[in-house]
């Protein structure tokens, strides 16, 4: 897999550290993150921005080769809804994070995966 890293700050960039344009049809906002695009809603991978920078240092980050881990999901589904429910509480959680969960939920949870940088 391939994560963006940033040779100036000497880390693999989490998606809330990368900014850059949204790259949905129709949607120029200059400010998208690497998770999500305040503008239009849609959520991002950091590799799909379009001249994306480090948020920290304002450099061009490249893309680097990494190691992954895979968990299966579907074999904690759930587990997981029992999680989310209990801890879920109107308001509590910011927009990103509940469509994020939302659309977990919706999918067939088949795996999530854990980028390991240096």
């Known amino acids: ?3 963006l890293y940033c040779d100036t700050c000497k880390k693999f960039l989490a998606e809330q550290l990368v900014e ?4 949905f049809e129709g ?5 998208a993150r ?3 695009c305040e503008n239009c809603g849609n959520l991002l991978s950091p590799t799909e921005l379009i001249d994306t920078k480090c948020k ?15 968990i ?7 587990l997981l809804e029992e999680c989310i429910n ?3 509480v109107a308001g509590s959680w910011s927009h990103t994070v509940e469509r994020k969960l939302e ?7 088949q795996y999530i995966e854990r980028l390991q940088g240096d």
């Open 86 to 88: 209990e801890t879920y």
């Open 1 to 3: 897999m391939q994560q």
């Open 20 to 23: 850059g344009s949204c790259s």
């Open 34 to 36: 690497g998770d999500y």
């Open 103 to 109: 659309i977990l939920l919706m999918s067939d949870l």
């Open 27 to 31: 949607y120029h906002y200059d400010s």
């Open 56 to 70: 920290l240092c304002k450099t061009i980050p490249r893309i680097r080769d990494t190691d992954n881990l895979f």
């Open 72 to 78: 299966e999901l579907s074999l904690l589904r759930e």
